[in-house]
C-alpha cells in the first residue's frame, strides 16, 4: 500500500514537472520574435534623419538561465540575463565619440562600443565593447573583444561631404571583467553584436 502510495505521488510530481515545462514553452513561443534572432536585418540608416545611433547585443541561449527558455520579463524580474541588451543616442550619457570609414566609437553611461577595420575593410583586434550585465547573481562590467580571427562587416556610406551612416554585425568572443581585468568563462558562444548609426564626420584623435 506505501509503495503504491509513493508510485503515485511520482507519477504526479512528474506530470506537474511536464506540465511546467509545457507552459514555459508555450510562453516562449509567444513571446519569441517572428524572426529569428541571427536574421534580424538592420537597414542603413538615412542620413538626413540626424545624429543617432543603436546598439544591440544579441545574448546567446546557453549564455541565459535555463538556457534561455524564459522570456525576458521573467528574467529581468530574476534580474537575470536576458536575450538581447541594447543602447542608443538616447540613452543616459549617449554620444558619438568618433565617426570615420575605419573606426567608429560609440559610447553612453557604462557602454563603449569601438569598432576598427584595416586598410582591407576587416575588422581588427581593437575592436571591443565595455558595458553592464547581471551574470549569475552578480552586477558587472565586461570587455568583450572578437576572437584572434575576427568576424564581422562594417558597411559605410557618405552623403553631403561631412555626413557618414553605416551599419555593422560583430561577434566577440572573449570575455573579461573590465574592472579587474579576469577573463571569464562566458560567454559559452559569441555575442553577436549589431546596430546603425548616422552622423558627422570627425577627426581622428
Do not use: Y
Request: glycine share 10%.
Amino acid at each position: 500500500m506505501k509503495r503504491s502510495l509513493k508510485t503515485s505521488l511520482t507519477i504526479i510530481a512528474l506530470a506537474l514537472i511536464a506540465c511546467l515545462v509545457v507552459i514555459v514553452a508555450l510562453v516562449v513561443l509567444r513571446t519569441r520574435p517572428n524572426k529569428p534572432d541571427e536574421t534580424v536585418a538592420v537597414s542603413l540608416p538615412e542620413i538626413s534623419r540626424g545624429p543617432s545611433f543603436e546598439v544591440r547585443v544579441g545574448v546567446p541561449r546557453l549564455g541565459r538561465p535555463l538556457g534561455g527558455i524564459l522570456p525576458d520579463w521573467l528574467v529581468g524580474k530574476l534580474d537575470g540575463t536576458p536575450s538581447e541588451l541594447r543602447f542608443d543616442h538616447t540613452s543616459r550619457g549617449a554620444r558619438i565619440e568618433t565617426l570615420a570609414q575605419d573606426r567608429v566609437e560609440l559610447k553612453a553611461d557604462d557602454w563603449n562600443f569601438l569598432i576598427e577595420t584595416d586598410s582591407e575593410g576587416r575588422i581588427t583586434s581593437g575592436t571591443g565593447l565595455v558595458f553592464p550585465l547581471a551574470l549569475g547573481g552578480r552586477h558587472l562590467r565586461l570587455s568583450c573583444r572578437p576572437s584572434d580571427r575576427a568576424i564581422g562587416s562594417l558597411s559605410t556610406a557618405t552623403q553631403a561631404g561631412d555626413q557618414l551612416g553605416g551599419r555593422f554585425i560583430i561577434e566577440l568572443a572573449t570575455c573579461e571583467n573590465a574592472d579587474t581585468g579576469n577573463v571569464i568563462e562566458w560567454p559559452p558562444a559569441p555575442l553577436t553584436v549589431r546596430g546603425n548609426f548616422v552622423g558627422r564626420l570627425t577627426a581622428r584623435r
